[in-house]
């Protein structure tokens, strides 16, 4: 099966927009992932941040303890290793995270659900870097929809009064070094499907990424160097009464060869608007969709913080 995640390419979209909707489509279908080449993210851009991001994690431990958000869910801010684990695992997964987020515009309404981002003047480029590569994935997030929209029958621009305002999260991802053996029953992250609408995954060319195929079959995601991993979230499985499965996946812990190296990947979570009624659509029931009760986006989001241990009960 390993031609599963043959690579599409993103200048596809330009000339031919319905036979790339129809290769993103199918591959959600059988994997719910896919990967995508030629995209249209700065490599600056790219390094410039993996660079901020590395030397924010190279901060002392008390030093980016002052960007905890605990308190908020870990929606923004700094999460320390060891705090999040995947729904129903005790274990806690081996890794630290940052989140960028969308600024609320004043007098939105939303100031409260989608709070300011902290500065980090201990690395001097970090925001500007950071933002930069939140808005070039934001961008290319909402193109991605247009494809999606057109699969499922749906006008062109369907999705994107849903996603303006969406409670969208760049993370920073950190796997520390295994220089010692994890706890038992531990992995880097363990088998979890995502919240959002669509997950834009770069760096991903470590090992250890795995998707668990309807067969029950687990299978390795290499993406080629300059390629990035898109796949599906909870929030469009529910949309499309799991017409595009959001498919269990994990990042398994490296081989000993491997264990002395950090991993670093930053998924961007596109997620719709609080407000917005995830609704199965007709189409996807007539296709044999389930027909999940409907859910705003915020009390969804709400209930899978608390079931991954985000928020306290």
């Given amino acids: 099966m390993t031609d599963l995640f043959r690579p599409i390419s993103y200048s596809r979209l330009a000339c031919d927009a319905a036979g790339f909707s129809d290769e993103i489509g199918a591959s959600f279908r059988e994997t719910g992932f896919a990967v995508i080449a030629d995209h ?25 303890a002052k960007y905890d958000d605990s ?18 695992k005790a274990e806690a997964d081996q890794k630290e995270f940052w989140h960028t987020g969308r600024e609320a515009p004043a007098g939105s309404g939303l100031e409260g659900v989608m709070r300011p981002t902290p500065s980090v003047p201990e690395v001097p480029e970090f925001d500007d870097a950071t933002r930069a590569l939140y808005d070039a994935l934001d961008e290319m997030g909402r193109k991605l929809l247009h494809s999606i929209a057109l699969h499922l029958g749906l006008e062109e621009n369907w999705f994107d009064d849903k996603v303006a305002m969406g409670n969208s999260i760049l993370r920073l991802l950190h796997y520390p070094p295994q220089r010692a053996a994890p706890p038992e029953g531990s992995v880097r992250a363990g088998a ?40 599906v979230g909870d929030m469009l499985q529910r949309l ?14 490296p081989t000993p060869e491997r264990a002395k190296f950090p991993r670093y990947s930053t998924p961007f979570f596109l997620h ?14 007539a296709e044999g969709g389930t027909a999940f009760p409907a859910i705003t986006a915020q009390d969804y989001l709400l209930e899978r913080l608390r079931e991954i241990g985000l928020i306290k009960n």
């Fill in 40 to 64: 249209p993210v700065p490599e600056q851009t790219i390094a410039e941040a993996n660079a901020a991001m590395q030397a924010f994690f190279a901060l002392p431990a008390d030093v980016k």
């Fill in 71 to 88: 308190q908020g869910g870990g929606q923004r801010g700094y999460t320390a290793f060891g705090a999040e684990n995947a729904k129903g």
């Fill in 192 to 231: 979890h499907e995502d919240i959002n609408v669509i997950t834009l995954l770069l760096g991903a060319e470590e090992a250890g990424l795995q998707v668990k195929h309807r067969s029950g079959d687990w299978l390795d995601i290499n993406p080629p160097p300059g390629a990035l991993v898109i796949n």
């Fill in 240 to 253: 499309t009464g799991g017409i595009l499965p959001s498919t269990t996946h994990r990042v398994l812990n």
């Fill in 272 to 285: 719709f608007a609080p407000d917005v009624l995830i609704d199965p659509l007709p189409q996807c029931l």
